[in-house]
């Protein structure tokens, strides 16, 4: 069991920002990677698609005998993980809980703000969690939808995404916020920018939390608890992607958030029942 690889899902390519912080701290481990590239985004989608497209996505990697699950999306975390977790019999790991119990306790001001996608924030996960972690907190969350369509045009830095962060960030300003959670996977690549326009604010520099190392550090404690991960002299683990449509500048963008050239096998996948659906 030991040997099989762990699993990692997002709608597109956001999730490889956590594969990345993944690979870094468990270079031994085996993984396949699938992302929904077809039917990206989902944060604009509602509760009953993401969690069907969660299913189908769970079913694909149950068939390549993973491991387990690590749904690096936040909004299919949202939406989906009770029922990843009834269908599976695997270790099921959402990307919300970690960075949210790191924020809670990284908070001295207790104000927090959630930068999501519009599901995200809709489904109320962040706060939810992070009140039961600390009743008290004052949880400012904010849907961000253009902050995916920039990530994944590359367009990390200059006037449009400032003007669109300043906006997005207007409501903590004036605010005793000094922890933000990055609470999507394609966020961390624009930390710079997101840094940048809290700086320009009447606001404290707040530290910027995102999932990656928080979920991987989970994910290892809990592997590793149960015998699960492969031994450290087993040499580096393989790595194979596989993607439900690949577009014209699909290696150019993956390789904006893995950081590197995608290191590994990519395969075009269906993982729908009905191949027509694909595309809906
Ligand atoms: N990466 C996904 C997330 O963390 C968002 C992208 C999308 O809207 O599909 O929520």
Redesign the pocket.
Known sequence: MSNRPIGIF???V??LTVMREMIRQLPGEHFVYLGDTAR?????RGAETVCRYALNAASFLRDHRVKALVV???????FALDALRDQLDIPVFG?IEPVARQAAEHTESSEIAVL??R??IRSGAYKHTLLNLRAGLDVHSIACPLL?PLAEEGWLEGNVTDEVLARYLTPIADTATDTVIL????YPILRNAIGEATERLPLATPALLDSASATTAAVAEQLGDAGLLRGDDSGVGTRTFCLTDLPERFAATAELFFGRPLDGECRHVNITDDPTSTTE
């Open positions: 997002d709608s597109g956001g999730g990206v985004p989902y944060g604009n690096a999306c936040n909004t299919a975390s949202a990307v999501g996608t599901g995200t995916v609470g999507c996977t394609h």
